[in-house]
Nanobody, 119 residues
Framework: VQLQASGGGLVQAGGSLRLSCAAS????????MGWFRQAPGKEREFVAR????????YYAGSVKGRFTISRDNARNTVYLQMNNLKPEDTAVYYC?????????????WGQGTQVTVSS
């Protein structure tokens, strides 16, 4: 499956962005989906995951209550709504897909989209 992330940009602290990740080349509803991020000089870290049906979600503690992951299986797209953004959210954000557990070495990665939060 191919993943194309979009929606990143520059936003002031306290602002919002919505990232999208469009999938193609596979049966989207078969994949557990996730978002990860990598800040400059740091390792890539988990942000959020969503089950195949969209009925179950899980978040990193640093974003819980501010970010919301969702998916539209009819549109083959997963979203990450990011509210109350903080400068420490600045990173390249990647979507990922896995037929089993996206938290464990995802099979597929998107190309990343830059999110920059100014103070």
């Amino acid at each position: 499956v191919q993943l194309q992330a979009s929606g990143g940009g520059l936003v002031q602290a306290g602002g919002s962005l919505r990232l999208s990740c469009a999938a193609s080349g596979g049966t989207f509803s078969s994949y557990e989906m996730g978002w990860f991020r990598q800040a400059p000089g740091k390792e890539r870290e988990f942000v959020a995951r969503i089950s195949r049906s969209g009925g179950s979600t899980y978040y990193a503690g640093s974003v819980k209550g501010r970010f919301t992951i969702s998916r539209d299986n009819a549109r083959n797209t997963v979203y990450l709504q990011m509210n109350n953004l903080k400068p420490e959210d600045t990173a390249v954000y990647y979507c990922a897909a896995d037929l089993n557990y996206v938290l464990q070495s995802p099979d597929y990665w998107g190309q990343g989209t830059q999110v920059t939060v100014s103070s």
